[in-house]
């Protein structure tokens, strides 16, 4: 529900995209192109074959090493190069040309704060590149981050670098769970990759979350939001969220004050429902009472240095959304000028 940023990360992942993942495309655009005018002939040898592409023999003697060590890493007994192999083999420039210019439209629109993209199926090659290849392994490998940046980068880069940048430990998705603790954070997909490989890697559909939203039973899973939507990389969505308060039945009720697309995102990621545990109004009551607890020790509080107190305790400490909007329901408040 916190508006956020990600430009820390976005310089790692946008030099990734220009030093592999468009290289990528274009070698293979390359080979297709060649086969397609019969300059290659079929069957292909298939080892190498990516390296008789003009892309490659253009390449810095630093960017022909990166490429062979990437083509030769292994998933499931399959290397990268097999992956460019089948492809070259199975589909025409058309296909390629399309799959291409859709990873751009993409992509575009999610940098542009759109995210309400259609699905398109995509073959299992594609994706087992972008996901199986360029997430799962090549963003936690420090031979790729050396040769790209000279550093070490990975998902605890990833989380640390994302927490500095909005200067909050609580998960951004919910504000219900912090995530001080390393085992409590997960890199999530708001469109999942499973359903959206081509931007699996894309910086601002990447969020540093809590685990449980990352999770189908508790949090979003990866399906797929309904439209309208936006993330918090669009608005600060907290400040649509309107909370009630029973005190007689212990409950905490969250509706929504926005418009289609915020309560798509709380259904998307089961917050009318999370909000409603009894655990979340024991939690803001505790919170509360501290709170009055706390400044009852001042010479002269008041409903400002309430709400001042509040505001500093925000995205460091969870529920801050709902502490925010039911304070007010409490009678210690109304004692206060």
């Known amino acids: 529900m916190w508006k956020i940023e990600n430009s820390t990360n976005t ?30 002939k079929l069957p292909l040898e298939r080892v190498d074959i990516w390296k008789n592409t003009n892309v490659f023999l253009g390449f810095s003697t ?12 292994t998933v499931s007994g399959e290397k990268l ?41 995509i073959d299992e090659y594609f994706k087992g590149i972008f996901v199986s290849y360029f997430y799962n392994v090549y963003f936690v490998d420090d031979y790729v981050w050396g040769a790209l940046v000279g550093e070490r980068y990975n998902r605890k880069s990833f989380h640390r670098n994302f927490k500095l940048e909005n200067k ?5 998705y919910c504000d219900i ?4 603790a390393g ?21 601002l559909n990447l969020i540093s979350s809590c685990y449980a939203c990352n999770k189908a039973d508790e949090g979003k899973g990866d399906r797929i939001p309904d439209s309208p939507i936006i993330s918090p990389y669009n608005e600060m969505i907290g400040d649509f969220a309107g909370f009630d308060i029973d005190f007689l039945s212990k409950k905490i009720t969250l509706h929504n004050t926005g418009g289609k697309a915020h309560d798509n995102y709380f259904k998307l990621l ?30 002269s509080p008041t409903k400002e240095s309430i709400d001042l107190y509040n505001q500093r305790r925000e995205r460091m400490n969870n529920l801050s959304f709902a502490l925010k909007s039911v304070i007010g329901k409490y009678s210690q408040y109304e004692a206060y000028k």
């Not at 630093?62 to 890493?73: C, T």
């Not at 769970?177 to 001080?180: A, C, L, Y």
């Open 270 to 299: 089961k917050l009318y429902s999370r909000y409603s545990d009894p655990i979340v109004f024991e939690c803001v009551d505790n919170a509360a009472h501290s709170l009055f607890e706390t400044l009852s020790n001042f010479t």
């Open 183 to 203: 085992s409590n954070n997960n890199i999530e997909h708001f469109l999942p990759k499973s359903k959206y490989p081509l931007i699996s890697m894309n910086p």
């Open 62 to 73: 630093e960017q022909k090493k990166l490429f062979s060590y990437i083509m030769q890493k």
């Open 177 to 180: 769970d912090t995530t001080v």
């Open 81 to 121: 190069q097999d992956y460019f192999y089948l492809i070259a083999v199975t589909f025409d420039s058309s296909y390629v040309e399309r799959l291409f210019k859709l990873y751009k439209e993409q992509n575009s629109k999610v940098f542009y704060g759109n995210y309400d993209i259609p699905q398109i199926q």
């Open 168 to 172: 909050m430990v609580v998960c951004p």
């Open 11 to 40: 310089q790692y992942l946008l030099k990734f995209e220009s030093e592999i993942i468009l290289p990528l495309f274009s070698m293979i655009c390359d080979i297709v192109i060649e086969i397609e005018k019969g300059k290659i």
